[in-house]
């Protein structure tokens, strides 16, 4: 029972450069998210998907894009990278929050 | 906007000692909150849930609205509490709002 699956785990990035963070969860759960987890920050939503074929912009979402693939699958992309945007990302999954989330793994990515 | 806040980044504390990590909340309607912890090399992880007042490793949480705090509190640190902890704030029943988070270091 894998729950939230995020790859990359790791990830460098030149100013600039573009990419697609990947989550997948195998719950069967409506709700997706992804939050950036930055030190004295806590975690700030970013995006998140209530169902599938939603989606709605959190608190931070500048320089950011999500995509709902299906019910399993909820991408985060960067287009033009920026140093502000070294964190570490976490993707979430949820069926009604009196549940609770369910977090993936993380990425770690670095934008020099 | 609907907010949370934990005053203290760091609490070290003894082996045995009492434990409370303050978090404090504001948000105009009936407020759900949670406790998540993170222990080192763990996902995040639900702790607990005010709505269930519930007690567990030892945590608890009480919901007061009059001073719209919801400490988590034990009586006896052990080693293994130490984590990273995170007062969440369900927003809209859609979304949780998290505070900045405190690291707990339980000294032996």
């Known amino acids: 029972n894998a729950g939230v699956t995020q790859t990359p785990k790791f990830q460098v990035l030149k100013t600039g450069q573009s990419m697609t963070l990947q989550c997948a969860q195998d719950?069967?759960?409506?709700?997706m998210y992804w939050y950036r987890q930055d030190p004295g920050m806590g975690l700030r939503l970013i995006y998140y998907?209530?169902?599938?074929?939603?989606?709605d912009k959190g608190e931070v979402p500048n320089g950011y894009n999500v995509s709902r693939l299906n019910k399993r699958e909820f991408s985060l992309r960067l287009e033009s990278a920026a140093p502000s945007q070294t964190s570490v990302y976490f993707c979430?999954?949820?069926?009604?929050?009196?549940?609770?989330?369910?977090f993936g793994s993380g990425t770690r990515l670095t934008v020099v | 906007a609907q907010r949370v806040t934990q005053p203290e980044k760091l609490l070290s504390v003894f082996k045995g000692a009492p434990v409370e990590l303050k978090c404090n909340y504001s948000?105009?309607?009936?407020?759900?909150l949670f406790w998540y912890v993170q222990y080192s090399r763990q996902r995040l992880q639900l702790l607990l849930r005010?709505?269930s007042r519930e007690s567990i490793k030892g945590f608890t949480a009480d919901l007061n609205k009059g001073e719209t705090s919801f400490h988590l509190k034990k009586p006896f640190a052990q080693e293994e509490d130490s984590a990273m902890y995170y007062c969440?704030?369900?927003?809209?029943?859609?979304?949780?709002?998290f505070g900045q988070g405190t690291r707990l270091t339980i000294n032996p």
């Open positions: 979430a999954s949820s069926e009604g929050l009196r549940r609770g989330y369910t």
């Open positions: 719950m069967n759960h409506n709700s």
């Open positions: 998907s209530a169902s599938e074929g939603t989606t």
């Open positions: 948000y105009s309607g009936s407020p759900e």
């Open positions: 005010h709505i």
């Open positions: 969440a704030l369900s927003e809209g029943a859609q979304k949780l709002v």
